[in-house]
């Protein structure tokens, strides 16, 4: 009976030379293959995670749970890229996942319990939750309707979109101008985007 080369690797796996062996062994689920691929591939995947998530903790752990998911999917790469290729999008998406599930984290807080408890850093400290609400208000109905959706309610340019009959560009112009506006009513300098 002539055995396949994922047989094959899967009982003689010495120190594999390249990716593509690494890949095979892999395959087989041999744990030195295993460790051999996350070895050689981690410090640079690792620096793809912290251009995508700053904290370093945070970032160690989606290379992580993305080299799980490396090991789990073996089967479904499909050869016709690279390997290191297919790895880089797993650990790209689980980077993306991270950080849609911090900025739902960040949604989750609800605006209105805060109240005046919340205080904006202005030059004197002195800028209260209804002062900002003031000067929301002053802003033409088209910034005041993007920025609400924006900054409040914690909308993407898409949803705001659809919700306003508008295209994604007019409701990026719109937040970006409303801004613009604030910190003039803040005195406070334009910020760089």
Known sequence: M???????????????????QLYLGCLAQNP?????????????MLSICLRYIKETAAAEDALLVAFGKVFSKIRQFSQ??????????????ECLMYLGKQKAKFRAINIEQLGSQMTVISPDNSLEWEDLSIMVEKLPKGYK???????????????????????????KS???RARIRLQKLLNLPERKN
């Open 145 to 171: 309707a993007v920025f609400e959706l924006f900054a409040l309610k914690g909308l993407s340019h898409e949803e705001i979109s659809k919700h306003l009959h508008i295209s994604e560009s007019t409701s």
């Open 2 to 20: 002539k055995k396949s080369l994922v047989d094959a690797a899967s009982t003689f796996m010495p120190l594999p030379q390249s990716i593509d």
């Open 174 to 176: 719109q937040l970006c």
């Open 32 to 44: 030195k293959a295993q460790r051999e691929l996350f070895e050689r591939l981690s410090p640079k």
């Open 80 to 93: 016709e890229a690279s390997f290191e290729g297919w790895v880089r999008r797993i650990v790209v998406n």
